[in-house]
Each structure stands twice: as structure tokens, then as C-alpha cells.
T-cell receptor, first 116, second 114 residues
Framework: GAVVSQHPSRVICKSGTSVKIECRSL??????MFWYRQFPKQSLMLMAT?????????EQGVEKDKFLINHASLTLSTLTVTSAHPEDSSFYIC????????????FGSGTRLTVV | KQEVTQIPAALSVPEGENLVLNCSFTDSAIYNLQWFRQDPGKGLTSLLL???SQREQTSGRLNASLDKSSGRSTLYIAASQPGDSATYLC?????????????WGAGTKLIIKP
């Protein structure tokens, strides 16, 4: 089946630094990737949608200059949290789908970000 | 606008019971419906994907049905085990909204008591 690999699984960083999270589709062409964040005991919140080779589309209220998304290839998307602050601490999850509507969605295992 | 509802929000049953989780959606114009499970602090695992032209999908002890005309899907879990405890989410890929995005139900938190 389709596999999406997300790294790192956990990261602790200091306030003011930047953190990059990678999301790779291992066995299919991920024409569209999504980035979510999830707070404890809450539902997934979609942050942005990215299509390979295009600029990401951000959901309302998500700062595009703070959460930089790059989807430069059909197998890799990255989320960079810039100038991280403690309130950015959260669980970030990526997902990917293929080029036609009948593709399902495959999720990464998530990244627990803690900003100290 | 597509809306997805899951009932019940939480369910606690003894080990060994068969159970059914329900998912309903308001717009039948969908490409497919997908069931996921999420364990605490973990990512999502896809359980079953049902295309709009299909009626059901099976994987091991899991069976998912889809009745597109009535806007319903059920996830049947046979002979439940404590390891089945998780939050179960259904999501539809809707033609009405952006066809890239999944529309999510709020989930059913399932606890299987040993």
C-alpha cells in the first residue's frame, strides 16, 4: 500500500529558531500534499494544501510567512516553522494523495514539535 | 456544502463484541470515502477506502459499507479486541468542495474493555 514517511517524529527547539519537517511519499506520486496540526484532544486542523511545483494554498488564519511549505517534487514536501515560539508547539501531520480523484489519502506518522 | 457526521461520539464495549460505527454525509456527490484510525499521539492509519462505485470493502475483521444515495457509511468491527481502542474517523472526498480536500467527521472514540 501507499506509504508516507514523515521526519522527524519528535523535535525540541529553542524559541526563535526554525524547524523543518519532511514528508515523503515512498511508492506513489504525491501530486497533492496537505499539512495539518492537531492540539491535544482536538480534531485535525488543515493548515495548507500544496500541489507539486506550485505555491501552497493556506487556510484562513494560517501565516504563510511563518509556516513555509515547499513541494518541489512529486515525492517530497517540507514544512518549515520559522522563528518558532512556544505557542507553535503542536502535533504536525502531513498527508498525500495521487493524481486522480480515486486515490485515497495516506498520512505520515506525525511530528511532535516542542518549542522551549 | 458537504458535512460529515459520526455517531456515536464515544463508545465503550466489552472485548469480543461486534460493533458498528456510523458515518453520514450530506452531499452524495463524492469520489470516495475513507475510514481511518488514530491512536493517541500518533498519526492516522488508513483502514479502508471505498470508491463511490463500490458498496463495501473488507480488511480482516473490518468491513465498511457505503450507501451513497442515502449518504451513509458504516464500519463494522467483528470480535473486538482491546487493541482496537482508538479514535475512528471517516472522511469523504467530495466533488462539491475542492476535490483535493477531505471533509472530516469528528470521530468516534472507541474503548474496548478487556
Amino acid at each position: 500500500g501507499a506509504v508516507v514517511s514523515q521526519h522527524p517524529s519528535r523535535v525540541i527547539c529553542k524559541s526563535g529558531t526554525s524547524v523543518k519537517i519532511e514528508c515523503r511519499s515512498l511508492d506513489f506520486q504525491a501530486t497533492t500534499m496537505f499539512w495539518y496540526r492537531q492540539f491535544p484532544k482536538q480534531s485535525l486542523m488543515l493548515m495548507a494544501t500544496s500541489n507539486e511545483g506550485s505555491k501552497a494554498t493556506y487556510e484562513q488564519g494560517v501565516e504563510k510567512d511563518k509556516f513555509l511549505i515547499n513541494h518541489a517534487s512529486l515525492t517530497l514536501s517540507t514544512l518549515t516553522v520559522t522563528s518558532a515560539h512556544p505557542e507553535d508547539s503542536s502535533f504536525y501531520i502531513c498527508s498525500a494523495t495521487g493524481p486522480t480523484p480515486n486515490y485515497g489519502y495516506t498520512f505520515g506518522s506525525g511530528t511532535r514539535l516542542t518549542v522551549v | 456544502k458537504q458535512e460529515v457526521t459520526q455517531i456515536p461520539a464515544a463508545l465503550s464495549v466489552p472485548e469480543g463484541e461486534n460493533l458498528v460505527l456510523n458515518c453520514s454525509f450530506t452531499d452524495s456527490a463524492i469520489y470516495n470515502l475513507q475510514w481511518f484510525r488514530q491512536d493517541p499521539g500518533k498519526g492516522l492509519t488508513s483502514l479502508l477506502l471505498i470508491q463511490s462505485s463500490q458498496r463495501e470493502q473488507t480488511s480482516g475483521r473490518l468491513n465498511a459499507s457505503l450507501d451513497k444515495s442515502s449518504g451513509r457509511s458504516t464500519l463494522y468491527i467483528a470480535a473486538s479486541q482491546p487493541g482496537d481502542s482508538a479514535t475512528y474517523l471517516c472522511a469523504v472526498r467530495s466533488m462539491g468542495d475542492s476535490n483535493y480536500q477531505l471533509i472530516w467527521g469528528a470521530g468516534t472514540k472507541l474503548i474496548i474493555k478487556p
